[in-house]
Structure formats: structure tokens, C-alpha cells
């Protein structure tokens, strides 16, 4: 199914409310693996899965300049919160930022992924982030194919099934 106009998707800061609506959707129609660390061995969702998910929200509020260095938005679409992106500045203080991004199965297919993709590069650019870089698994096509359509590069699948790819910063041209 194509993104119509009335879906149209945004990207909005996460304050309590937003944030709420945010935990509901992910217990409900997301996987916690997707969504959290590997904090419980059935993969199910805990009140401790619940309670890192907000935590990992509130503490990225302050930005890429704050102590967490990451900053995330929900992903809203046709007016409905339906996941979530972010941003994580490098380790070395370069103009290099990896993403990261979940949905709600009941999204997938629509288009969203691919357009949230899009204005998190904006919101890159914004923030003085040139190169970007995203990690997936050989398996996850869907993220594959967004990520390709976006411009990033891709390696060969790790022994593991992991694949990193790349996003070169934009080259101007000269006359």
C-alpha cells in the first residue's frame, strides 16, 4: 500500500504525552527485541522492558550535544504514533551519526519507513551530521530496501547475518 496524502508522516519530539502513546503502540503491535535490548530471555514485553523504553526517551531529550548524544522522535503517521527513529552522534565527535529506527507491524508496508528515513536525514543535516551509518541483519529486506533507496551503501552480510551500511555526506558541486 502506497503513503497517501492523509498519512502523512512527521516526525515529533517526545515529551510525556507523545511518549505514552509511544509505549502503548510498541507493547501492542511491536516486538520488545525490536524495540529493546534483549532484556528478558522469552522476548516478551516486562514491566522492566516498559520502564527502560521510557527511561531511553527521557534521557535522550537533551540531544546530540547532551550526555546520551543521541536524540530520538516518535514517528508520527495520518496523525497516529507509530514508532520511532534516532539519531546516536559518533564516539569521536566527527559530523557522523548512526540511525536507527522501529515500527509497528500494522505500519510496515505503508511507505512510513521510508519517509521517516527521509526526514531523519533532514534532521541530520540540520544538526551539522554529514555521514550516516545504520546497522541491520541480512534478514530485515524491508530496512534493506529503505535504506538503499535513501542512499546508503551496504556491506556484505557479516557471518552473522549483520549488515552495516553507509551514507556518504552530500557533495556539492563546483563550477
Request: proline letters at 4%; one cysteine or more.
Amino acid at each position: 500500500m502506497t503513503l497517501k496524502r492523509s498519512d502523512a508522516v512527521e516526525l515529533v519530539a517526545v515529551d510525556d504525552a507523545v511518549l505514552d502513546a509511544l509505549v502503548k503502540v510498541a507493547v501492542e503491535d511491536a516486538s520488545a527485541d525490536d524495540v529493546t535490548p534483549p532484556l528478558t530471555a522469552d522476548g516478551s514485553w516486562s514491566d522492566e522492558r516498559v520502564a527502560w523504553l521510557r527511561a531511553y526517551h527521557r534521557d535522550r531529550r537533551s540531544g546530540l550535544a547532551g550526555p546520551c548524544r543521541e536524540r530520538t522522535w516518535a514517528v508520527r503517521a495520518g496523525g497516529t504514533i507509530v514508532g520511532a527513529v534516532r539519531l546516536a552522534a559518533g564516539p569521536t565527535g566527527d559530523a557522523a551519526a548512526e540511525l536507527g529506527i522501529w515500527l509497528a507491524r500494522s505500519t510496515r508496508g505503508r511507505g512510513v519507513g521510508a519517509e521517516a528515513v527521509r526526514l531523519l536525514i533532514g534532521e541530520a543535516s540540520a544538526s551539522g551530521v554529514a555521514a550516516l551509518s545504520a546497522s541491520t541483519r541480512e534478514s530485515n529486506q524491508a530496512a534493506l530496501r529503505i535504506l538503499r533507496s535513501a542512499g546508503f551503501a551496504t556491506d556484505q552480510p557479516g557471518p552473522d547475518g549483520a549488515v552495516e551500511a553507509r551514507r556518504a555526506p552530500a557533495r556539492t558541486e563546483r563550477a
